[in-house]
């Protein structure tokens, strides 16, 4: 699969300390595994000239006082609380002074975020996806990406998950409905 780089963006989603980390509080191996084949895409990214965009999810500590419906923290416990350690990127996937960070407080990065506007402005069409986790966070924003006429790829082998199961229905949904879904090593940048 080859990508223009001049309208491609490799998305790097919630690669952070929370989900990543033994020490994070949503910790999952297969996350910790992703690191190392997301930091290659970043770095054969980088070498092509493609835009790379890294997601944090962040909550800030009263976010769900008030919900109605939409409680993470009823759902997962407290995680990646806005201003901790667990909100902040691993330290192996260190974002350039221009590259773009964006900050999401939901599982889809599009929602309320300055993402799709940013994407529009540089002229990217294709994606390349890529973080943690699979059917969450990965599933959710690629899937609102296609929705909004952008060309979804999922990586597959640089998606971090909590069961194994949680990854093929992730992957085997988008590739079904929305987006297309490669090995690392098919999608090259040329």
């Known amino acids: 699969m080859e990508l ?20 994070g509080s ?6 910790e595994a992703a690191i190392e084949p997301v930091a290659g895409l970043v770095e054969r990214a980088r070498d092509a000239g493609a835009s790379v965009v890294f997601t944090r999810d962040v909550h800030p500590p009263e976010q769900f006082e008030d919900a109605h419906y939409y409680d993470e923290f009823d759902r997962w416990g407290e995680h990646v609380v806005e201003g901790s350690w667990e909100a902040e990127l691993v330290d192996e996937l260190v974002p350039r002074e221009d590259e773009l960070v964006v900050v999401k407080h939901t599982y889809d990065a599009f929602h309320e975020t300055q993402l799709e506007g940013w994407l529009d402005a540089h002229g990217v069409k294709d994606l390349v996806i890529c973080g943690t986790l699979a059917n969450v966070c990965v599933l959710h924003t690629a899937s609102s990406a296609g929705l909004r006429d952008f060309r979804p790829v999922l990586a597959e082998d640089a998606i971090g998950f909590i069961e194994e199961g949680h990854h093929e229905y992730a992957l085997d949904h988008a590739d079904w409905l929305f987006g297309e879904v490669a090995d690392r090593d098919a999608v090259t940048f040329a």
């Not at 223009?4 to 998305?11: E, H």
Request: proline share 12%.
């Open 4 to 23: 223009d780089p001049t309208r491609t963006a490799l998305v790097v989603v919630d690669m952070q300390n929370g989900f990543c980390h033994p020490e």
């Open 26 to 31: 949503l910790y999952a191996p297969d996350s």
